[in-house]
Structures are given as C-alpha cells and as structure tokens.
C-alpha cells in the first residue's frame, strides 16, 4: 500500500482536494495520511479542521503555524514554522508521496520539507499563473521540486514541460474542482437560505475578494471604492472571508462593517465550505471578486464573473469572465447581468476539465513508479 500524505492549508484548497482525498480513502492501493495546516487551525477563519474530520477523514496531524497577523513578517513567520513542524510529521508518518494543490506559503513549505527529506512530491495545478501574487513565484518553485505533475489544461501541462519536467510525468488531468461541481449533492435555494439563516433576493451576487499580495494599492482605499459601487446595485450580496494572506484581515474587517449597514441585503460567512460555496455559486446571479474559484469552477455553472483588478491575470479565461478595474466595476456588473451576456454563458464548455480528475489523479498515483532524482528535460 503506497502511503499519500495529504497536506492542505485551507478552505479553499481542501474543498479543491476532497474528491482525491475521498479516492485515496476508498484506493486498495493506496493508504490516506491527512495533515491540516495553517488556516484550518486558526479561529479567525472558522477552526476548518473541524469541517475535515466532519466530512470522516482522520487527521495524522494538525500543525498550528499561522501568526495572525498583517505584519510584512508574519507570512515569513508561518512557513518557517510550518517546514519546522511538517518535518517532523513527515519523520514519524513516513509517506511514499506528498500530494500538494497549489500555490500558498504553507504549501511551499510542505514541499520544501518533502524535498530536503527525499520524499516524492505530487503537485495538483501547477503551471498555472496568477501575476498579481506572489502565488506566481511559489507555483513555479513547487513544480521544480516535484515529480509528479497535475494540471488542469493542456496548455498548463506544456508549460510545466517547458520548465524542464519530463513529459512522462507531466498529465492533463483538468481542475479536481469541476468534479465536486458536477458529483457534489449541492443544495436547493431554500435549502441554501435555511442554512444561511438569510433570504436570497430577485437578484444576488456572491462576493470573494483576496489580497493582490504584489500590488501596492491601498487595500482599505480600494474596499471603499467597491463597497460604494456594490452598494448601487439592488442586490442582495453574500460575502466570504477572505483568506490568510498580508491583508486579508483587513478584507475581512471591513466586509463585516460593511454588511452591518445592511444585514438584509448583505450577509457576511467566515467559512461557507465547499458544499455552501459551490450551492452559493449555483443560486446567485453573479460572482463578484478575484477568487480562482471564479475562474476555474463558475463557469461550469454557466454564471458570469466579474474579476476585479490583476491577481488573476495571466490564467486562462472562461468566456463567462469579465475583468474589470475598480473604476469600471459598475459598468462591467452592469453588462454580465445583460440578457447578451448571460445567454453567452450558458453556452460555455469549462476549458478546465469535465469532472474526471479525481480518477486519472488515483490512476497515477497507484501507477506511476517514484523517485526523487530527476533529470532537467531539454525541448
């Protein structure tokens, strides 16, 4: 039994990770280790291990590192602490493989870990790029460390060839997200109301907004500038926290000041979960934010996006997006809730896969021979 250890470090990305993790639990090939990180352990974003060990997974190990704080030194803080302790889980678990999605510091730092301990790495949505964060430069370092590669496009799949990794290792998979989009049992409108405790409106927008961690904007500034065009609209609006990175604090203190204006209209989630998150993104009109969830799974639910500012720039576009600047949010609201518009969303396929990752990820996984030596591949 080829031992995978799991390591995830927030909402966000165990809601992307679940459909693998639920696989390698039932694999009679593979043996599940699970390690919560980061976020999942801090009370300002919802205590989310709790949601983990709801949903019947077992946690080998919780590992407390996040410094809350918006600090410049805070995020530097969390990963060393975080390759600090994961060292010491990876010693005691002693996984075959270390299975990573994404682009986050804590995830750097489980690869970071995993590599100086010679222990194979499987990297979930690599050659991807995000140029307002500093995600960007995170991304690209994993895939350098790992060995096993799961993208979500083809033309991610090549850039991850480009960067030197062999094409024997390199697989078009497509995004692990579509497939809770299309296998989750999600709920109803007013299955979604009861549990929000909230009544959605003739016309609702669902509001995530995370730090541009390259950008030099004024982050309070910019949230007043949104807020002021939002408030325009007569729109009921369902916010989410945003998530642990320099600022985000911020985003989230202001998002509850602003929806204590207004409780009827606005209505404010710490963690809605992967099952309330994608619901939300079902029922509402709009999706209003920078979230890669946006990007990615919204338009396998045909809605329109409207992306705000550059932290996305550079990934590949479902035709429902449209990216806007502040100064423009109102006009490109305006048009992606037009009868034009809407009716070129229903007619989108999503670039980012049909719900089958999952499966060709386990496929790989129980396959696929390892080792932690690898050659750079010329083109």
């Known amino acids: 039994m080829r031992k995978i250890c799991v390591v995830t470090g927030t909402r966000a990305d165990y809601g992307l990770l679940y459909p693998v993790i639920k696989k390698i639990k039932l694999s009679t090939k593979l043996t599940l280790q699970l390690i919560a990180t980061n976020a999942h352990l801090s009370s300002n974003f919802g205590m989310t291990y709790k949601q983990i060990e709801q949903d019947g997974f077992v946690l080998d190990a919780k590992i407390d590192n996040l410094f809350s704080s918006d600090e410049i030194t805070s995020i530097p803080k969390s990963t060393g602490l975080a390759l600090s302790l994961l060292s010491k ?22 690869a970071t870990a995993a590599m100086l301990m010679k222990i194979p790495i499987a990297h979930i949505h690599g050659g991807e790029s ?44 497509g995004a692990p997200g579509i497939d809770n989009v299309l296998n989750l049992k999600l709920l109803t409108k007013s299955q979604l109301e009861s549990e929000l405790n909230w009544k959605l409106s003739s016309k609702n927008a669902l509001f995530t907004y995370h730090p541009a961690t390259l950008s030099d904007n004024n982050i309070l500034s910019d949230l007043k500038r949104i807020f002021k065009t939002l408030s325009k609209f007569n729109m009921n609006i369902l916010f ?30 710490k963690n809605l979960g992967q099952v309330k998150y994608l619901s939300a993104m079902r029922c509402v009109d709009l999706i209003i934010g920078n979230s890669s969830s946006g990007i990615i799974e919204a338009a396998s639910f045909h809605v329109p996006v409207v992306n705000i500012g550059d932290r996305q720039n550079g990934r590949l576009r479902n035709e429902n997006v449209i990216d806007c600047s502040i100064e423009s949010l109102k006009e490109s609201i305006n048009i992606a809730l037009s009868d034009v518009f809407l009716s070129k969303c229903q007619k989108i396929e999503n670039i980012y896969g049909k719900g089958n990752a999952s499966e060709v990820i386990i496929q790989k996984l129980e396959q696929q021979l390892l080792s932690q030596k690898k050659i750079f591949f010329d083109l």
Do not use: W
């Open 130 to 173: 995000t140029e307002g964060a500093v995600d960007e430069y995170i991304r690209h370092s994993i895939t350098k460390m790992s060995f096993l590669h799961f993208c979500s496009t083809e033309f991610y799949r090549k850039r991850v060839i480009q960067m030197g990794e062999n094409p024997n290792r390199v697989f078009n998979t």
């Open 89 to 110: 889980s990876f010693e005691k678990l002693r996984p075959d493989v270390i299975l990573i999605l994404g682009d986050r510091y804590e995830t750097h730092a489980a």
């Open 240 to 269: 989410t926290f945003a998530n642990a990175d320099s600022g985000g604090s911020i985003i989230n203190k202001e998002i509850e000041n602003f929806c204590l204006k207004n409780n009827k209209k606005y209505k404010v989630v």
